[in-house]
Structure formats: C-alpha cells, structure tokens
T-cell receptor, first 113, second 113 residues
Framework: KAGVTQTPRYLIKTRGQQVTLSCSPI?????VSWYQQTPGQGLQFLFE???????NKGNFPGRFSGRQFSNSRSEMNVSTLELGDSALYLC???FGRGPDTQYFGPGTRLTVL | AQKVTQAQTEISVVEKEDVTLDCVYE???????LFWYKQPPSGELVFLIR??????QNEISGRYSWNFQKSTSSFNFTITASQVVDSAVYFC??????????FGTGTRLKVLA
C-alpha cells in the first residue's frame, strides 16, 4: 500500500509570495491533517479535513488555508509569505474514525527568503 | 488542559545502553489514545505504537517496550540495547475524541558508537 505522498518536497519562495502544497493520503483514508514543524515551536497543528470539510483548526492566521477534494487529496495554501513561515510542513492521513492512527508523509520543506 | 510533556529535550547514550524516553500527558477525557512516533533525520514521522486509555498492558516489540500507567499519566518508551540507527527525534502524542492530536515537543536521542 502506498504511503502518504507530499509534493513538492522542497520549495524556496520570497516574502509576499504565496504557495500551495499538496498531500495525497493513503488509499481509503478520508482524514488529512496538516502540521507545521519548526525548531522553535515543535509540531503545530494547522487543520484537519474529513470528507472535504474542515473538522478542526489550529491557531494559525487566516493566511493559512486548506481544502480537500472528493478523492481525499488535500492542498494547503499560504498567502503573503513571511520569513517565519519557513518550516517543514507535514501531512498526515487516517481513516478519521475517532483518534485513530495518523500516518505521516515525508513533508515539504519551505524556505522563505 | 490537554497537554503532552516530554521533559527530556535531548538524551545521549552509548551504543548498547538502555534508554527510557518519558512522556506525561494531561487530559479530562476518559477515552483517548496515546502514540509514539520516530522522526529520523529524513523528516518523516514514523508510527511506532498506539495504546488506548482502557488498555494498560505493557507492550514489547523487539528492542522497544512501552510502559503505560494511568495512575501517573505516563506512557514511557524504552529502547533496550540501543543502536546508532535509533538516533532520531521521538514524539509522544495524544489522540482525543474530538479528532484532535496533541504532540509533545519531542526528545532527541543520540546514540553514539
């Protein structure tokens, strides 16, 4: 069974630009969660989607948004990039029934210059 | 408050030593899950184990073992006869009924040859 895939793996952007990250969950998984990982803040929850609906949201500004498609694939968008957005963005998928096991993708490393 | 505490920021051991990574959690929920993940330098979080709140049995898997004690709200992870390949950041996490996951700040384990 294929694991969670994320594209692209690396991105370099400049301040003010916007970026879209993509996540394809494990087949059969309907829940996709996004996390931001930075050395200073650890693993921070961004949001979770289940069946195309945002079910949970972390404490991030509105510049961070996401969506999920009918095939459970998910995208995350960050607008008006700031230097502090440089991080590893991790996507995790699960069946979404209760707190079941999340499986993580390899992440997208975003660098904002 | 829902919280997961990994007080050990970094641990260094010599190969073949045993090492225990501590995890203390806080929750008001009676039903929850606890997880351990390993994050090697490549960045992807690798699922290691899941326990539910009703199952306090200890678990052993090869050189890995987990000790879950509700009385002390702890879910500690022991690596026996550590190896260099065990070097990674280890995260403890809690999954709640609201489909939220709370991660600890991680413990960096360095196993020296």
């Amino acid at each position: 069974k294929a694991g969670v895939t994320q594209t692209p793996r690396y991105l370099i952007k400049t301040r003010g630009q916007q970026v879209t990250l993509s996540c394809s969950p494990i087949s059969g998984h309907r829940s996709v969660s996004w996390y931001q990982q930075t050395p200073g803040q650890g693993l921070q929850f961004l949001f979770e989607y289940f069946s195309e609906t945002q079910r949970n949201k972390g404490n991030f500004p509105g510049r961070f948004s996401g969506r999920q498609f009918s095939n459970s694939r998910s995208e995350m968008n960050v607008s008006t990039l700031e230097l502090g957005d440089s991080a590893l963005y991790l996507c995790a998928s699960s069946f979404g029934r209760g707190p079941d096991t999340q499986y993580f993708g390899p992440g997208t490393r975003l660098t904002v210059l | 408050a829902q919280k997961v505490t990994q007080a050990q920021t970094e641990i260094s051991v010599v190969e073949k030593e045993d090492v225990t990574l501590d995890c203390v959690y806080e929750t008001r929920d009676t039903t929850y899950y606890l997880f351990w993940y390993k994050q090697p330098p490549s960045g992807e979080l690798v699922f290691l184990i899941r326990r539910n709140s009703f199952d306090e049995q200890n678990e052993i898997s090869g050189r890995y073992s987990w000790n879950f004690q509700k009385s002390t709200s702890s879910f500690n992870f022991t690596i026996t006869a550590s190896q260099v390949v065990d070097s990674a950041v280890y995260f403890c996490a809690q999954g709640l009924g609201t489909y939220k996951y709370i991660f600890g700040t991680g413990t960096r384990l360095k196993v020296l040859a």
